[in-house]
């Protein structure tokens, strides 16, 4: 019967706006929480129409939230190096606790970018959700093709006191075309007694270069050079000083590392074909110990980057005064952290107190097909769905994902004014529906009076 049909069409719109009413409610209680994303709600029918043309059958409304995601919210400036936003498509990669997250873990993503150190030195935000992100090696790279598996929490606070040794040394110097040669280089052999090492033969050009090993020790490298009779090559020595600091193997002796010949082009640049590959080669060093400490340091391996043949970017021959340009010497003892710098990319980089910086975490952007379709979860967090699709891991800036915003916080996407007028029209029509209920009460009662 069309009356009582009607009373239930009334009821399924109390359900409906009581339902609307309760997210208008979430929205405006959250206008302040950062990276929250508003919820609408949206009507339909419920239609049980038959195919009789002289009557009809009341159905009711239903409402069903809407999740605006994708929407992007107001980026506000903040004091605080380690607040992130993204400008643009994606999200931050969280987990719940500050363990390894392994491949399939309780991996969850958020917009709330409020991420602050706790006592243990992991970044979290207000909502104790820890900011994942790819380790960078000592070298830059990132390991295993940026999986899942390789995620990490962020913790910068454990690179204090740390130390790398060095790996490569980038030199940029130029020996002089015109310099005489020296009559001791007639018997010049590199050997113990006639080396540039032992210091029984003069060079033409020496300079110092600091190298660090495993445990951050700094040692002195000296390169030392002596022009050669024959046209556009030099004897190259480098070694130790002091020698007692590396054990050396015949034939090399007095500290030294690496012999051999350097030679130019004739327009002054590096020939690296006919320079010797002793040079070139990476050069292994076995460190003593130390009889003060007995400190042993690893084994280093140092490639020496003489420059690019034919390229005037390394060392040169040129008529100017030999000197070392510059030098470019990787490794450090990197001291204690003071702070942490994240660029727009999502790299994160550690300050050290020595000025010293580090490259040491790579921050993923998670973009997906359908933002809207994700889960919501606890803390302003959404998780995988059927509706959301699989979720890609983009470096901020590439592939569809946003830029990472450092010192900003994402601003709640609710504007207060249209909440308000939701609340008013939402409470209109749930009065509205009350009537419907009433009024069909009334009638069913004048029914009922009939038989009277």
Same mark, same amino acid.
């Given at each position: ?11 399924s719109?109390?359900?409906?706006? @009581? ?34 043309t002289? $009557? ?5 409304v239903?409402?069903?939230?809407? &999740? ?5 919210g ?8 380690t ?12 987990g ?40 960078i090696q ?22 204090t006191g740390?130390?790398? %040794? ?25 050997l113990? /007694? ?17 190298i ?28 130790? !000083? ?8 015949? #034939? ?6 690496a012999?051999?010949?350097?030679a130019?082009? @004739? !327009?002054?640049?590096?020939?690296? #074909?006919?320079?010797?590959? &002793? ?15 007995a400190?042993?340091?690893?084994p280093?391996t ?10 005037g ?6 008529? %100017?005064? &030999?000197?070392?340009?510059?030098? &470019? ?9 003071? /702070? ?27 973009v997906?097909?359908?933002?809207d ?23 901020? /800036? ?7 915003? #450092? ?20 409470q209109?029509?749930?009065?509205a $529906? ?10 069913l009662?004048?029914l ?5």
């Amino acid at each position: 019967m069309s009356l009582y049909a009607s009373l239930y069409s009334g009821v399924s719109g109390l359900t409906a706006y @009581s339902s609307a009413m309760g997210m208008i409610s979430d929205n405006i209680v959250n206008v302040n929480t950062v990276g929250y994303k508003e919820t609408r709600a949206s009507f339909t029918t419920l239609v049980t129409e038959s195919r009789s043309t002289t $009557s009809y059958s009341p159905g009711g409304v239903q409402s069903l939230p809407r &999740s605006l995601i994708s929407r992007q919210g107001l980026l506000q400036s903040s004091a605080s190096a380690t607040d992130l936003s993204i400008d643009g498509a994606g999200f931050f990669v969280v987990g719940n606790s500050p363990t390894v997250i392994q491949e399939e873990g309780p991996i969850a993503f958020t917009r709330a970018g409020s991420f602050a150190p706790d006592e243990a030195g992991f970044l979290k935000n207000t909502a104790g959700l820890y900011l994942l992100g790819f380790p960078i090696q000592s070298d830059g790279t990132i390991t295993q093709n940026r999986e899942i598996s390789a995620l990490e929490p962020i913790n910068v606070s454990g690179l204090t006191g740390t130390a790398e %040794s060095t790996t490569s040394v980038r030199f940029r110097a130029n020996l002089q075309s015109t310099q005489d040669v020296n009559p001791a280089e007639a018997t010049y052999t590199g050997l113990a /007694g006639f080396s540039m090492a032992d210091g029984s033969i003069d060079s033409d050009f020496q300079r110092d270069i600091t190298i660090y090993d495993s445990l951050g020790t700094a040692h002195t490298v000296t390169i030392a050079a002596l022009k050669s009779t024959t046209a556009n090559e030099w004897h190259v020595e480098m070694f130790i !000083d002091p020698a007692s600091e590396i054990t050396t193997t015949a #034939p090399l002796h007095s500290g030294q590392i690496a012999t051999g010949t350097l030679a130019f082009n @004739s !327009d002054g640049t590096i020939d690296i #074909p006919n320079t010797s590959a &002793s040079l070139l080669a990476p050069v292994g060093i076995t460190w003593t110990v130390s009889a003060a400490n007995a400190a042993l340091a690893t084994p280093s391996t140092i490639t020496f980057d003489f420059g690019t043949d034919g390229v005037g970017d390394g060392f040169t021959q040129f008529d %100017s005064l &030999s000197t070392l340009i510059s030098s &470019s010497v990787d490794g450090a003892v990197f001291g204690n952290v003071t /702070g942490v710098e994240i660029s727009v990319d999502g790299t994160v980089t550690a300050l050290f107190d020595n000025g010293l910086t580090r490259e040491v975490y790579q921050l993923p952007v998670a973009v997906f097909q359908n933002p809207d379709g994700l889960t919501r979860r606890q803390g302003n967090s959404y998780t995988l769905s059927d509706d959301s699709g699989e979720f890609a891991l983009q470096i901020g /800036g590439t592939g569809g994902a946003g830029f990472v915003a #450092p010192s900003t916080l994402e601003a709640s996407t609710v504007d207060l004014s249209n909440e308000f007028t939701q609340l008013i029209t939402t409470q209109r029509a749930f009065s509205a $529906s009350t009537k419907i209920i009433t009024t069909a009460d009334e009638m069913l009662s004048e029914l009922n009076n009939v038989k009277r």
